[in-house]
């Protein structure tokens, strides 16, 4: 179980549930022209989440004397899991990512595509080595690359199989799921600063200066407050303009995304304990869960 908890299982399983989603509630009701069976679409979800949990044992390397102070009872790290098993861990994790990434990406004709799992191996070492400690610039980057954990099914099993015929379909397709990741990309860039302003005692201690150290409390809650008001209008935008005439994705949207992005901004106004901020942490990981849950609803719009 320590083990679980060190490459965080809850996570990657939320990853793979959106990916195995976008495949079979998005692709498949939409007739999509796809080159991956499901043994290596089966083969894609295991190299992302090699990656992404190779990503989550370096931070916990990483940020040990951090997490001493953040959250005592939580760290694995030299108590529970010795660090060169870790280190090791994490080595092993990143070979089995990028080899199946290799063996992907030259089975379906894009071998170039082989270094994105490469690049995605050394962000999240760069992150969690010296990129997160940066006001923002860590925050930007590991939101990207949750939203990469998206778009990589597209770019693997749609785009090489584009043709003349079928791109209107493939086009109509990707841009839904371009639309998730944005979605994904601002709920993880909100929410990794809401987790700056949870840690803030920790990472002072540690010598990090994320954004709520650079601006301090008061400022960033503010910041936390307008980008969750940005997202309710985007999302409302979204709604106006592809789902008007949808009336159980418009009441979906509008119930399990707005109304919590509502009440999100409600209490983020005068969030000012570590515990306002757990809570507003958990709130938009529950949205963001009820959000990818609206993938598969996307087939009513077939006419």
């Known amino acids: 179980m320590n083990y679980l908890n060190l490459i965080r299982y809850q996570n990657l399983l939320f990853i793979a549930l959106t990916q195995v989603f976008i495949k079979y509630g998005l692709f498949q009701p939409f007739s999509a022209e796809t080159v991956l069976n499901t043994f290596s679409f089966s083969l894609l979800v295991i190299a992302t989440l090699c990656i992404a949990a190779a990503g989550n044992i370096i931070n916990d390397i990483y940020d040990v004397e951090i997490d001493k102070i953040n959250k005592p009872n939580k760290v694995l790290i030299g108590k529970k899991i010795s660090e060169s098993n870790a280190n090791l861990l994490f080595i092993f994790l990143n070979v089995i990512g990028v080899g199946i990434g290799f063996y992907l990406a030259n089975s379906i004709g894009k071998p170039g595509f082989a270094a994105l799992f490469i690049i995605f191996s050394a962000l999240l070492y760069l992150y969690a080595s010296y990129l997160k400690g940066m006001p ?98 985007g999302v409302v935008f979204y709604m106006y303009e592809h789902l008007y005439n949808q009336q159980i994705l418009m009441l979906y949207f509008l119930f399990a995304i707005v109304a919590p992005l509502l009440y999100f901004c409600i209490k983020s106004w005068d969030a000012a304990t570590m515990k306002e901020y757990g809570f507003l942490s958990k709130l938009l990981k529950i949205i963001m869960f009820l959000g990818i849950c609206s993938i598969p609803l996307f087939s009513l719009t077939i006419s």
């Open 136 to 233: 923002l610039i860590g925050n930007l980057l590991i939101s990207t690359l949750v939203a990469m954990s998206l778009i990589i099914v597209p770019l693997f099993d749609l785009l090489p199989a584009i043709t003349l015929q079928n791109q209107t379909t493939q086009s109509a397709v990707f841009k839904i799921v371009l639309f998730y990741a944005l979605f994904a990309f601002c709920i993880n860039l909100i929410r990794e600063i809401v987790k700056d302003l949870q840690d803030i005692n920790g990472d002072k201690k540690g010598g990090m200066n994320t954004l709520a150290i650079a601006l301090g409390r008061k400022r960033t809650t503010a910041i936390v407050f307008s980008l969750g008001g940005f997202m309710v209008l």
